[in-house]
């Protein structure tokens, strides 16, 4: 129906709907493919309520600056007396009791929140397979996984079932599903957006970003959701520009990092690999510099990422068992059943095989082979990014090696799943913003992205490169 905020903006002056005519819509709309299984709970009666507020406040002139738009949430994320479960059985029946700060936000400036929709267990997965209430399939190919774990959120998104929604990024869990489902994905710097009420994966990973259909939205929306926050003292006090404002075309001129590495093209897709040359070719004529450097370290990012996250996810999910909420075993008899028995019974088998490799990696005599060394290259990740920046204003990159993969195709395979996070995984460990915008379509069908990536807190410079070749590729 609308694929960018400003249409829905003047939909709503002219007249020829309302915020209660775009709820209802949407509804529909979900009804009309509910065998996708996008999302968990629609929250009928909260949108509609909101929904004529914010009518009422458009009509007094009193309406806040997303008034008219509807988005979705991961099932990650809080919003007071609304369900929660990180799609997870263990946290079956939750209703969080707050709201998070990144939801607060975007209902003051009267969004209209519709549902929350599935997503990989916990944050866990690159194909939102791991779902304790079943696979999302792709809307554009449904024997197609929509990416993970914010599949769900990019999926409706695609599926015109929202305008935009909200996903969380640990590894690329945002910009991989924009790919593979069309879309703009964008996971700001790491504490840009207060993580309160964000149910932890990673807490040094994790990061609040946004699908849209455009990257105008997607700044709107980071403006909005941005800024410090006392609830969340790692959400960081840098001001927040008005990044919507700050997407005009510019004739500046910029350097474009484009790691040597990846021009081999080894382990990708033909037709993803012509794409990337031919947008640095494309950058090239538009009068950019664009600088080859060598970076040597994509083979040992994936392995770092996942010895660091799962350690930090061990730590983080010890909370869950079974004796002070959510699941409990049925058969449990005293506090060690409860807790073994709640905790085998409620987490799946991805979250399982991440709590055990990370108790590993954290304990006696092996966490400085693995965990402290992988900190170690985190730091020489970071200390050689910051060098890239020094000479460059943006990195390039592809989002994925493919396309979107079959339904079950990988599902037994986790080291072939791990790597789909190859190139997205570097911005998280780094703490950088980065951005997947869609390039076009695959002979086959199917839409994959390209990623940008930019120096820490420079969203500004991020989004309005995006925004000019979004609109130049696709």
């Known amino acids: 129906m609308y694929t960018s905020f400003n249409q829905v903006k003047a939909a709503l002056v002219e007249q020829s709907v309302t915020c209660v005519s775009l709820v209802d819509h949407y509804i529909q709309k979900i009804k009309d493919r509910e065998h996708l299984n996008i999302f968990l709970e629609v929250f009928d009666d909260s949108a509609v309520a909101k929904a004529k507020e914010v009518d009422a406040k458009i009509a007094s002139g009193t309406a806040g600056k997303l008034a008219g738009m509807v988005i979705a949430i991961k099932d990650n994320i809080c919003y007071k007396d609304h369900k929660v479960s990180g799609s997870s059985k263990i946290l079956g029946g939750f209703e969080s009791l707050f709201s998070s700060t990144a939801v607060e936000r975007l209902l003051a400036e009267d969004a209209i929140i519709i549902g929350r929709t599935n997503c990989d267990e916990f944050a866990m997965g690159s194909s939102n397979e791991n779902s304790a209430y079943g696979k999302v399939l792709n809307p554009i190919q449904e024997d197609k996984v929509p990416g993970g774990s914010s599949g769900g959120s990019a999926a409706a998104v695609t599926a015109g079932m929202c305008l935009a929604s909200l996903g969380s990024d640990t590894g690329g869990s945002i910009r991989q599903p924009a790919s593979f489902c069309g879309n703009v994905g964008l996971k700001p710097t790491y504490a840009r957006i207060s993580r309160w009420g964000l149910l932890a994966y990673a807490s040094s990973f994790d990061q609040i970003g946004p699908f849209t259909h455009t990257v105008e939205d997607a700044a709107l929306l980071l403006e909005v959701m941005a800024g410090s926050d006392g609830k969340d003292n790692t959400a960081s006090n840098v001001l927040v520009d008005h990044y919507s404002k700050l997407l005009e075309d510019s004739n500046?001129?910029?350097?474009?990092?484009?790691?040597?590495?990846?021009?081999?093209?080894?382990?990708?897709?033909?037709?993803?690999?012509?794409?990337?040359?031919?947008?640095?070719?494309?950058?090239?004529?538009?009068?950019?510099?664009?600088?080859?450097?060598?970076?040597?370290?994509?083979?040992?990012?994936?392995?770092?990422?996942?010895?660091?996250?799962?350690?930090?996810?061990?730590?983080?999910?010890?909370?869950?068992?079974?004796?002070?909420?959510?699941?409990?075993?049925?058969?449990?008899?005293?506090?060690?059943?409860?807790?073994?028995?709640?905790?085998?019974?409620?987490?799946?088998?991805?979250?399982?095989?991440?709590?055990?490799?990370?108790?590993?990696?954290?304990?006696?005599?092996?966490?400085?082979?693995?965990?402290?060394?992988?900190?170690?290259?985190?730091?020489?990740?970071?200390?050689?990014?910051?060098?890239?920046?020094?000479?460059?204003?943006?990195?390039?990159?592809?989002?994925?090696?493919?396309?979107?993969?079959?339904?079950?195709?990988?599902?037994?395979?986790?080291?072939t799943m791990y790597l789909q996070d190859i190139f997205t995984v570097y911005a998280n460990l780094v703490g950088s913003p980065a951005i997947s915008i869609p390039v076009g379509k695959h002979s086959n069908g199917l839409p994959f992205g390209m990623q940008l990536m930019a120096n820490d807190f420079e969203e500004s410079k991020l989004l309005a490169f995006s925004a000019k070749y979004q609109k130049k590729l696709v």
């Open 252 to 415: 500046e001129t910029l350097t474009i990092g484009v790691p040597k590495d990846l021009l081999t093209g080894e382990g990708m897709d033909d037709e993803v690999l012509a794409t990337y040359k031919g947008f640095i070719n494309t950058i090239k004529e538009d009068g950019h510099k664009v600088v080859e450097f060598d970076f040597p370290f994509f083979d040992y990012m994936v392995p770092t990422y996942y010895v660091l996250t799962t350690a930090e996810a061990s730590a983080n999910l010890a909370r869950y068992d079974g004796a002070h909420f959510g699941y409990r075993s049925e058969q449990a008899t005293d506090i060690d059943s409860t807790y073994e028995l709640s905790r085998s019974e409620g987490f799946g088998m991805e979250v399982k095989r991440r709590i055990m490799l990370g108790t590993f990696v954290l304990s006696a005599g092996y966490m400085d082979a693995y965990y402290a060394k992988a900190q170690k290259v985190r730091r020489i990740l970071k200390t050689r990014t910051e060098e890239v920046f020094a000479k460059a204003d943006l990195i390039l990159t592809p989002t994925t090696p493919t396309t979107a993969f079959g339904i079950g195709e990988n599902i037994d395979d986790p080291i």
